[in-house]
């Protein structure tokens, strides 16, 4: 089991900023992706942003280009998600997860979804 802890969240007016960070307790894959969903009571959970923490390579969804940046964080199982122009549609619940990749491929949305290893959640909740 690999567990992942998150930081950050919390409430933010329309137009404001939110910084979420996650942390993992160890990297067990030869090739780790990391990245951020979230998830609103009553739908399916909707993939934000991926990196790779080896090159920095980034992708995010369509609901969230240009205004979310994932970026690696100081510690080398870290990433930090800068969330800028906040909208109401943004509030949910927002999990860190952390999963591998063949050699050779990108990490993806797509891959996230089937992550083994996800944190506990934290809440964000953006006013109008």
């Known amino acids: 089991v690999q567990a992942q802890v998150e930081f950050g969240g919390g409430s933010a007016q329309a137009g404001g900023s939110l910084t979420l960070s996650c942390e993992a307790e160890?990297?067990?894959?030869?090739?780790?992706?990391m990245g951020w969903s979230r998830q609103v009571p009553g739908q399916e959970r909707e993939g934000v942003a991926v990196i790779d923490p080896g090159d920095g390579s980034t992708w995010y969804g369509d609901s969230v280009k240009g205004r979310f940046r994932i970026s690696r964080g100081d510690g080398k199982n870290s990433v930090t998600m800068q969330m800028n122009n906040l909208k109401p549609e943004d509030t949910a619940i927002y999990y860190c997860a952390t999963f591998g990749r063949l050699a050779g491929t990108r990490c993806t949305l797509e891959q996230m979804a089937r992550a083994r290893y996800w944190g506990q959640g934290t809440q964000v909740t953006v006013s109008s």
């Open positions: 160890r990297l067990t894959f030869a090739y780790t992706c």
